[in-house]
């Protein structure tokens, strides 16, 4: 089976912004892979003039910030580092009847890719002018810097999510017949983070695809 992956573009982001951003990116990946009974749900983001849309599941919603937690703690053990998160969708098969056991599989068809920098708070510091004693108030300088900064992520932002809609539109022919699934999801999917180790979260992919001949995701 083929896996289509899509890597989506890089956002740098600041620590109090991830929990807004993977919340926006996951829920518009799964509301247009969700082909259950969904019950779309507007939600403005507070840190930016943009709107998505949840599938209105309760379990879902929690699923996912559990996730966003978990990748929050990871960020705070490792500053400094590029990191992902990957949403997977897979179908389970039956695996052929060893002697001892009966076991299942996971065949990947589709991943994302969320691709985050996480930049440190960046220290306000005044500086002098080698010409004059006067002392640059860096409050307004900081202030100019992190709105642009802002700025530009939320265009980022809108261009993953255009990337995300352009991928579903495009890529079709690898879904799978949809198994019978209660919920709003009608795939089986699983939201991956990066290891504690600090070994590289790709890497790390990269090695079980070699030793399985499919993409796994780490546990």
């Not at 910030?65 to 580092?81: L, T, Y």
């Not at 065949?107 to 002098?128: F, G, T």
């Not at 261009?159 to 009608?186: A, M, T, Y």
């Not at 991956?192 to 995701?217: C, E, N, V, W, Y």
Request: aromatic fraction near 10%; charged fraction near 25%.
């Amino acid at each position: 089976m083929n896996c289509e992956v899509c890597q989506l573009k890089e956002l740098e982001v600041e620590h109090f912004e991830i929990r807004e951003v993977l919340r926006c990116i996951l829920h518009t990946i799964v509301f247009n892979r969700a082909l259950g009974l969904v019950r779309p749900k507007d939600v403005d983001l507070e840190l930016f003039e943009i709107t998505y849309v949840q599938c209105g599941d309760l379990e879902l919603e929690k699923k996912i910030d559990e996730k966003i937690e978990q990748f929050i703690s990871w960020v705070e053990k490792h500053p400094n580092k590029k990191s992902q998160v990957c949403l997977s969708f897979f179908e389970v098969k039956n695996k052929q009847a060893s002697w001892f056991t009966n076991k299942t599989e996971r065949l990947y068809w589709e991943q994302w890719y969320i691709n985050l920098n996480v930049a440190q708070n960046p220290k306000a510091h005044s500086s002098k002018s080698q010409h004059s004693k006067v002392v640059v108030d860096p409050g307004e300088s900081a202030s100019e810097e992190r709105v642009a900064r802002r700025a530009a992520l939320e265009a980022t932002l809108h261009e993953v999510l255009f990337q995300i809609v352009k991928f579903v539109n495009e890529k079709k022919d690898h879904v799978p017949p949809i198994p019978n699934l209660e919920g709003v999801v009608s795939f089986p999917y699983e939201i991956t983070i990066p290891s504690s180790s600090d070994s590289a979260f790709g890497m790390d992919i990269f090695k079980r695809m070699l030793q399985t001949g499919h993409p796994t995701m780490l546990s």
